[in-house]
């Protein structure tokens, strides 16, 4: 259950959107019905799953754009690992995710049921549309707080350090894009066991998230995460 619920929140932080609405963002998708594939590779380039997004709906409030993204992950033999979605608000040139919706609902159904006390807290993850080489971006965090029958557990992931260092033109399966180039570090705690990692993602205007590296704080490749076909 914990290394599930972990390898969804570092997920989600980590996966950048799609498909852009001219006026609102510009890596964010916007539009119901949008579809996008990623497909994850070990270290040694060998595939580890894929994941399906999809734009479910898109609604105006105001000056402001929300949308619901939903996803499947799936391990590399195909089966399903879980199905859950996330919120983001598009407004003044700038795409927000509400760290609540970043927990599995499928997982908060499951803990309901058996009982469990939740507490969740955090930021929200903030994209600007202005995203230019030296540009640094707010810090996030999500933070979960449960409660077993007596039995504690805590779970965190912090994304800091999170800056635009470049723009690079990518090929993956999906095609060619220019890129601009963002790091980040992340630090995720379970039950007093903490795990560091550092990323580079590869966003392009008008189809959002490319490619994405994840690395040991030594600068081992740990995995990678590649888009390979969308529908817009």
Not at 7 to 32: D, I, R, W
Not at 94 to 107: C, R
Not at 189 to 202: D, I, P, R, V, Y
């Amino acid at each position: 259950m914990k290394k599930t619920l972990l390898f969804s929140l570092c997920a989600v932080l980590l996966s950048f959107g799609s498909k852009a609405q001219e006026g609102c963002s510009k890596y964010y998708p916007m539009a119901e019905g949008s579809s996008f594939e990623y497909t994850n590779y070990n270290k040694k380039g060998k595939v580890d799953g894929v994941t399906n997004y999809t734009v479910s709906s898109v609604t105006s409030k105001g000056s402001a754009t929300e949308a619901t993204l939903d996803f499947k992950m799936f391990d590399k033999k195909g089966k399903e690992l879980f199905t859950s979605n996330y919120n983001f608000t598009c407004d003044n040139n700038m795409v927000k995710i509400d760290y609540k919706s970043l927990f599995p609902a499928q997982m908060m159904k499951q803990y309901s049921e058996m009982d469990i006390e939740m507490d969740i807290s955090g930021t929200d993850i903030e994209l600007p549309n202005d995203l230019s080489v030296g540009k640094d971006l707010a810090d996030a965090n999500i933070a979960v707080a449960m409660n077993m029958s007596g039995i504690k557990m805590n779970i965190s992931v912090d994304q800091t350090n999170r800056k635009v260092i470049s723009e690079e033109s990518v090929t993956t399966t999906a095609g060619t894009f220019d890129c601009v180039v963002i790091t980040e570090n992340t630090k995720s705690k379970t039950m007093g066991a903490t795990m560091e990692f550092n990323s580079k993602l590869w966003l392009a205007e008008g189809v959002g998230m490319i490619k994405q590296e994840t690395y040991k704080k030594n600068g081992d490749l740990m995995s990678k995460t590649e888009l390979t076909q969308f529908s817009q």
